[in-house]
């Protein structure tokens, strides 16, 4: 069974910097995108950061400029880079895993895979 785990969230203050990292553990074959999405207390999940395969980026708004999303194919790992983090990006961090090729044979077969969360905490 594949999963995905997170790893680095934590308590920071305004302005400093988090690195979180999300590996698919099992048999995988290949990922079509991976994301970071957040949920605030209170509010919807939202997309954070998106990457496909081939390395092409997409961000929310806020986070331009201070967010960088990376993977490494070879580990199955996405990365989210947070630096000049706000109290506002408080929340609930989720990495996704979009089309996750799971068996090759007889048949193709894909699931959409989420993280468990990990929560991120900026103080002012």
């Known amino acids: 069974q594949v999963q995905l785990v997170e790893s680095g969230g934590g308590l920071v203050q305004a302005g400093g910097s988090l690195r979180l990292s999300c590996a698919a553990s099992?048999?995988?074959?290949?990922?079509?995108?991976m994301g970071w999405y957040r949920q605030a207390p209170g509010k919807q999940r939202e997309l954070v950061a998106v990457?496909?395969?081939?390395?092409?980026?997409n961000y929310k708004g806020s986070v331009k400029g201070r967010f960088t999303i990376s993977r490494d194919n070879a580990k199955n790992t996405v990365y989210l880079q947070m630096n000049s983090l706000k109290p506002e990006d408080t929340a609930v961090y989720y990495c996704?895993?979009?089309?996750?090729?799971?068996?090759?044979?007889?048949?193709?077969?894909?699931?959409?895979?989420w993280g468990q969360g990990t929560l991120v905490t900026v103080s002012s």
């Open positions: 099992g048999t995988v074959f290949s990922i079509d995108n």
């Open positions: 996704k895993a979009d089309k996750v090729v799971i068996t090759i044979t007889p048949v193709r077969s894909y699931v959409d895979i």
């Open positions: 990457i496909s395969g081939s390395g092409n980026t």
